[in-house]
């Protein structure tokens, strides 16, 4: 099954947008501003989350439209095989929420990873390396996300907990020990899952790159650093003899809160961060294909690569697009011009797009 | 412009759980359409509620006698005592016609964030009741969020020096789900599959 036409009503400039008869590649091709990345965002809304753009649901909405947004997609797969319909909208009274459909039947946001596996590559994304943790963090978890939806409620829980103790942590009272006790159990239980989510998902995205060649592209080497010990048992034993020390800090100081996710370049040893900009770029677009190869198993696959394939020279645009060719999803790719794609313009699907509006060429 | 009146009232109804400015203004335009009919019965069911309802002096359920009509119900099994954040949640359990025993309203659930602490809560008169004697199981029916879990977690640990079986609801809910948004259905089935904690 596959993505075959997608839809988007008073979604930023796009204000009723139609794309239809997708293939493997589609290229979505015009002046920067024109609503190519917008297309891509909408696509990113059939994962659970907030998109590529991280944005707030409530300024997605089209200015001049009613004050809520919907995008819908439709798969299709053999001809004996139903189309599955997807939507996901937000309404005027309740621009932040955002509501999903699947084959025009309420669903949660949370369960539409069990439809569709969508990676995607952005040039946000491009300091990752040189970033805070923080932002790795939010990338292992996001890779994550896509091979197990549970990973999105550990993270959340943990998160919540880990708050519960800080600030019970940081109040002039000495913290109720039965209080800790039931705010670090859950801690720990749910801290405990979501590092090995992590540390799973960094192991078999890092398997994946490990098989390939290490030229046209750097190839990464990841390695998952915990930030606590790892096991429920050994996590919550943490927890209990640090409350001292960590009341003293008035934070936490143990705990996946602290994972890290480090990368180096195969071959140099040196830390991603310390390799060209293109190095950089070259090893984000190996973690990103390779992640789209294991997360499209058993359920479709999307890629969604914007503005990557501009700045790659001749050679490893040539290999990426092999590449991509060979693999499971489906690709989405956004440019200012049509001709780095020359490769793959006959078999791809090209739409023109031009101040929210699209043409297929 | 609509009288000083409506306005009242509507912004009175506005706040109420549920509703907001528009459904207010629809609900009064609605009662002022049928003042001799429906308005009235509002009215003396209102005052009843003002004139009769109380907070049960045993298990803080709300009822027009004290102790409450479950407390004070012979049929009902002492033995066992189960604890919830609040009377929504008791109502719910209970409109599942599963469980016999008696009840205990906490008033809320252990929040840092929301600076809800243990003495905030009925947890005095929970373990002052299991003191008391003849209680043999609390069951703790809290809900699936986290402040639920851990305010579960907190009252075991409180109530571990008491002879009793200490019992959670099975939560096969779904996580962050609120007792009160439950059919009666999934939560007669973690009643009936509820399990020892610890
Ligand atoms: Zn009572």
């Known amino acids: ?361 | 412009m609509a009288s000083q009146e409506i306005e009242t009232l509507a912004s009175a109804l506005a706040r109420l759980p549920g509703l907001g400015p528009r459904s207010a203004r629809r609900v009064v335009l609605w009662l002022v359409k049928r003042r001799e009919t429906a308005l009235l019965q509002l009215l003396a069911a209102l005052e009843q509620v003002r004139d009769r309802l109380v907070e049960c002096r045993i298990c803080g359920n709300v009822d027009t006698q004290n102790p409450c009509g479950i407390c004070a119900d012979p049929r009902r099994d002492q033995t066992s005592v189960c604890v919830v954040e609040d009377v929504a949640d008791l109502w719910a359990l209970d409109r599942a016609k599963l469980y016999t025993g008696r009840y205990h309203v906490l008033g809320g659930k252990l929040s840092a964030m929301d600076g809800v602490r243990p003495e905030d809560l009925n947890i005095g008169s929970l373990l002052e009741r299991v003191a008391s004697g003849g209680i043999d199981e609390v069951v703790l029916a809290m809900n699936a969020t986290l402040e639920g879990q851990t305010t579960a977690h907190y009252l075991a640990e409180r109530l571990e020096e008491y002879p009793l079986r200490i019992t959670q609801l099975a939560h096969g809910l779904p996580v962050g789900g609120e007792l009160d948004y439950l059919d009666e259905g999934t939560l007669a089935q973690a009643l009936r599959a509820r399990r020892p904690v610890g």
């Open chain 1, 1 to 361: 099954m596959a993505l075959d036409a997608i839809t988007l009503s008073h979604f930023r400039n796009h204000r009723e947008t139609r794309l239809d008869g997708a293939r493997q590649f589609n290229l979505l091709v015009g002046e920067n501003g024109a609503g190519k990345t917008n297309v891509l965002e909408a696509i990113s809304l059939f994962a659970p989350g907030r998109g590529l753009r991280r944005a707030a649901l409530a300024e997605i909405a089209g200015a001049a439209g009613p004050g809520g947004f919907s995008v819908g997609a439709s798969l299709a797969g053999q001809p004996d095989e139903e189309a599955l319909r997807l939507g996901t909208y937000t309404k005027a009274a309740q621009p932040g929420r955002r509501l999903v459909q699947v084959n025009g039947t309420p669903a949660s946001a949370v369960g539409l990873g069990e439809w569709l596996a969508i990676s995607w590559l952005t040039p946000a994304m491009d300091r990752l390396f040189a970033d805070s943790a923080g932002a790795r963090r939010r990338f292992m978890d996001r890779m994550a996300l896509a091979l197990d939806p549970a990973h999105a409620r550990h993270a959340a829980r943990y998160e919540n907990a880990l708050r519960e103790r800080n600030r019970l942590l940081s109040d002039d009272r000495p913290p109720e020990a039965a209080w800790l006790d039931g705010i670090e159990a859950q801690m720990a239980q749910h801290g405990a899952l979501l590092a090995q989510g992590r540390a799973r998902t960094v192991a078999a995205v890092g398997q994946e790159i490990a098989v390939l060649p290490e030229q046209p592209f750097a190839r990464p080497v990841l390695v998952y650093a915990a930030g606590g010990p790892a096991g429920q048992d050994a996590f919550a034993a943490a927890l209990k003899s640090g409350r001292g020390r960590d009341r003293a800090a008035r934070r936490s100081l143990v705990g996946p809160h602290r994972d890290e996710l480090e990368v180096t370049m195969a071959g140099k040893n040196v830390p991603a961060a310390s390799c060209s900009t293109g190095e950089q770029k070259a090893m984000l677009i190996a973690i990103t294909l390779a992640h789209a190869q294991l997360a499209a198993r058993g359920r479709p696959g999307l890629l969604l690569l914007d503005e990557v394939a501009a700045h790659l020279d001749p050679f490893r645009r040539a290999s990426l697009f092999e590449r991509l060719r060979s693999g499971r999803a489906q690709v989405w790719l956004t440019g200012t011009e049509l001709g780095p794609f020359a490769e793959i313009r006959a078999e791809a699907a090209v739409w023109q797009v031009s101040g929210g509006q699209v043409e297929r060429v």
